[in-house]
């Protein structure tokens, strides 16, 4: 089992900026990518920002140029710094892992979730 715990959000005016934290823990072989995503109230959960175990990134472009994603393999774990934040980016935002591990010879993944961490933007 594997779990991951976020931290880091909170209330801030908009311009300003958070950082969020997510440490994975349990017994598991390897972490592949990871990854922050958010759900806004109403709409579906979206993707924020990912990255691999090699240090590739992704991002929604909604939020390039102002949220930057950073990872740890050592400690196993995951940030988002986010910065000029807008009322827009107001959400739960949870951190993901795509957990490795062997069935018999296969390489699979399974996809672990924390619990969430609310981010409130005021204007």
């Known amino acids: 089992q594997v779990q991951l715990v976020e931290s880091g959000g909170g209330l801030v005016q908009a311009g300003g900026s958070l950082r969020l934290s997510c440490a994975a823990s349990?017994?598991?072989?390897?972490?592949?990518?990871m990854g922050w995503y958010r759900q806004a109230p109403g709409k579906q959960r979206e993707l924020v920002a990912t990255?691999?175990?090699?240090?590739?990134?992704n991002y929604v472009d909604s939020v390039k140029g102002r949220f930057t994603i950073s990872r740890d393999n050592a400690k196993n774990t995951v940030h988002l710094q986010m910065n000029s934040l807008k009322p827009e980016d107001t959400a739960v935002y949870y951190c993901?892992?795509?957990?490795?591990?062997?069935?018999?010879?296969?390489?699979?993944?399974?996809?672990?979730w924390g619990q969430g961490t609310q981010v409130t933007v005021s204007s």
């Open positions: 993901n892992a795509e957990v490795g591990y062997f069935e018999s010879v296969m390489y699979r993944t399974r996809d672990y």
């Open positions: 990255t691999t175990s090699g240090g590739s990134t």
């Open positions: 349990g017994s598991f072989l390897t972490i592949d990518d």
